[in-house]
């Protein structure tokens, strides 16, 4: 079977999130893929498809097809009488910086154990009520922190959060929580003073771009190493024979490539997350490449959905005077292609409030 992947919204590393912290308006984040065995007949009724809807393949970009409402629809019927096996990460931007605050800042003084549910529970709380409530001004914190590495930037972004704290009024169980979190944290590094691999588990692992830069907070990175895992447990482990086909990707595909081999690698160090629709423990290795996409139409449907997703999520979330009926009956199909239990369908990585705004329950 070969699996064939494109994004939307990519704006690359994170930190780069603009003065307004809008990431040049492009707040959301997707990966999708499309699982194929019989590419030839599908890739047929795609050209019919196209044709049907007077649509050139040279066409088939998500940026050009958004107001093509039905070929969207037909072409996610399609998927359904196929039973193509898709996948999709939707990411809120903001909201995944706050995760990488709680999990390696705030985390730090949690218990770190991947088997320790009530701390990862703990974590999903703080993260949420962080991405839905925090100001701009702790992330710009925690951003600076990252761009300029230092104990006393790490201080500052835990002073952001205590003025924030303090200067409004939050939740009195996330007060209490983060609180005894900053203070036993500010214990522990006036503890190691000196210790110059703290900022190192404070911070998040940076990659290195091809000219030797930094790059602090991938989005693409996790929803790859996700997509990976996701198909992983739909073959059952069984991946030696499975080709991921990926859009081509100038500035990151050497990253890519080796968080996915670094992933393989978890579970021989015991690193394995264990996850309900995703599973960790690579047992065989699939293969990824990178082509571009006008020479595989298994990618321009695969950017075709993920751009609608992106538009979608975008629009639902953060200007919903653009949401017509026929984007939310678009939207309802492409969910119905979700099985969790065999990792196909979405993966949100949004607040509670914004599940709630999209019209979907959170999985447990």
Not at 317 to 331: C, G
Request: glycine share 6%; proline share 4%.
């Amino acid at each position: 079977m070969k699996y064939y992947l494109d994004e939307s919204g990519n704006t690359g590393d994170l930190t780069k999130a603009g003065a307004n912290f809008d990431f040049g308006n492009q707040p959301i984040f997707v990966l999708a893929a499309i699982g194929l065995s019989n590419q030839e007949t599908f890739f047929a009724e795609v050209k019919t498809l196209a044709i049907r809807h007077k649509i050139g393949l040279k066409e088939l970009k998500s940026t050009r097809l958004f107001s093509k409402q039905g070929f969207i629809a037909d072409l996610t019927t399609l998927l359904q009488q196929h039973d193509v096996p898709f996948l999709a990460e939707v990411v809120e931007k903001r909201y995944f910086i706050g995760t990488n605050l709680v999990e390696r800042l705030l985390g730090f003084v949690l218990p770190s154990s991947h088997a320790d549910h009530r701390a990862m529970m703990l974590k999903n709380y703080l993260a949420d009520y962080l991405g839905a409530n925090a100001p701009k001004s702790v992330f710009q914190a925690y951003v600076s922190a990252c761009l300029q590495p230092s104990i006393p930037a790490i201080e500052a972004c835990l002073g952001r959060i205590v003025t924030w704290l303090q200067s409004e009024s939050v939740d009195p169980a996330f007060f209490e929580i983060v609180t005894q979190i900053v203070t036993d944290l500010e214990a522990e590094i006036s503890e190691r003073e000196g210790d110059e691999e703290l900022l190192d588990h404070l911070l998040p692992t940076p990659d290195l771009s091809k000219r030797d830069k930094l790059l602090w907070i991938l989005p693409n990175l996790t929803c790859l190493t996700n997509i990976y895992a996701r198909i992983n447990l739909r073959h059952v482990r069984k991946i030696e024979e499975i080709e991921m086909i990926h859009d081509e990707q100038i500035q990151f595909d050497h990253i890519l490539k080796n968080g996915k081999v670094d992933v393989e690698q978890l579970a021989s160090v015991g690193a394995a997350i264990d996850l309900p629709y995703a599973d960790y423990h690579f047992c065989e290795a699939a293969s990824l490449e990178f082509v571009g996409s006008n020479t595989r139409i298994g990618i321009q449907v695969a950017d075709v959905l993920a751009g609608f997703l992106m538009r979608h999520v975008k629009y639902t979330l953060f200007a919903p005077q653009h949401v017509l009926p026929i984007h939310e009956h678009i939207f309802q199909a492409i969910m119905r292609l979700t099985d969790e239990h065999s990792g196909t369908g979405i993966n949100f990585v949004v607040t509670q409030e914004h599940f709630d705004r999209l019209g979907i329950r959170r999985a447990a």
